[in-house]
Structure formats: C-alpha cells, structure tokens
C-alpha cells in the first residue's frame, strides 16, 4: 500500500512537472522558434554578403577536390561560379557607394570550413551539404529581410536579381542533404 501511495505521489509530480512545462512552453512560444534575422544597414549587409560569398566560394573549391559524390562536387562548382559572379557585382557597388566589403569570411564559416577540411568522401558530402542547406536557408532569410529595408536603389535590385538565385541553391542543397 505504502508502495502505491508513494508510485501515485510521482507520477502526480511527474505530471505536474510536464503540465507546467507544457504551459510554460505554450505561453511563450517564441522560445520554440528561431529569431527572424533582423534587417540591418546597406553597408552592414554588403559586408555579411561579401563574406558570405567569399565563404561559398572557398567552400565550393573545398567540394570540387574532397568530395565523393559527382553531384556534390558539381554542386561546390556551382556554388564557386556564381558566389564569385555575385561577388563581383558586390565588390563593384561597395566601391561606387564607398561601402567597406569584408575582406575574408567570417569566423562561423572559417570554423565550418576547418571542420569540413578534415573530412573526406561521403562524411565530407554529407557535412558539407548540411552546412549549404543550413547557410541558404539562413541567406534566403537574410536576403527577403534586406530587400524590405534596403535604403540603396541599387543594393534593392542586386537583392531582388540575387534573391531567386539564392532560393535555387537553396533548393539544390535541401534536395542534396535529403531534406526534400
């Protein structure tokens, strides 16, 4: 009898500590979702970009030489080829408007790329397609966010003709890490 008594006194508490925490959860419920990235300045944003797309760059070089798969490889060649065509641009209007671009990536990808250097084959394929998916649903956030904010006529039309190229890629690395 003492042992009932005492199983329905934890499983009353176990109950009571899942109630709550169920309600706690539910009356917040921006602790249950990521923080939409905040829009920031023209210049701020050109400088995330630029290294940005400098990290694409050196990673994409990364996957043509380590990776297993064909289309992870072709993917990294993509990701080479177009980060620089946008670059390029980048590079271009910083320097008509005097906007300071970032001259290396930054530290997160500087700590995925020495992460993804050490691997090889199918662990490379398979970290380095999670980390493009993760990056482009980030920069496609990013990017929808600035072109609402954006103060810079040109830096709106770079956003909107970059955008659908980002949501592509984005598409191709869900697709490649086997989230779609």
Request: charged share 30%; net charge positive; aromatic share 4%.
């Amino acid at each position: 009898m003492a042992r009932r008594i005492l199983g329905l006194a934890v499983l009353t508490l176990v109950s009571g500590w899942l109630s709550q925490s169920i309600l706690v959860q539910a009356e917040d419920p921006a602790k249950n979702r990521k923080e939409a990235p905040k829009a920031v300045s023209d210049e701020e944003f050109v400088r995330k970009a630029t290294g940005g797309d400098l990290a694409e760059i050196s990673l994409g070089k990364l996957a043509m030489q380590q990776a297993h798969r064909d289309e992870v490889k072709q993917f990294g060649q993509r990701m080479a080829e177009d980060h620089s065509k946008s670059l390029n641009e980048l590079l271009a209007l910083a320097g008509k408007k005097r906007w300071e671009p970032a001259r290396q990536m930054d530290e997160k990808h500087q700590a995925v790329a020495q992460k993804l250097a050490g691997l090889k084959g199918d662990d490379f394929d398979k970290e380095y397609m999670k980390a493009m998916a993760h990056g482009h649903d980030e920069a496609v956030a990013c990017f929808e966010a600035q072109a609402q904010a954006a103060k810079d006529e040109d830096l709106k039309a770079f956003i909107n003709k970059t955008l659908p190229v980002i949501k592509k890629h984005q598409e191709m690395a869900n697709r490649l890490a086997g989230k779609k």
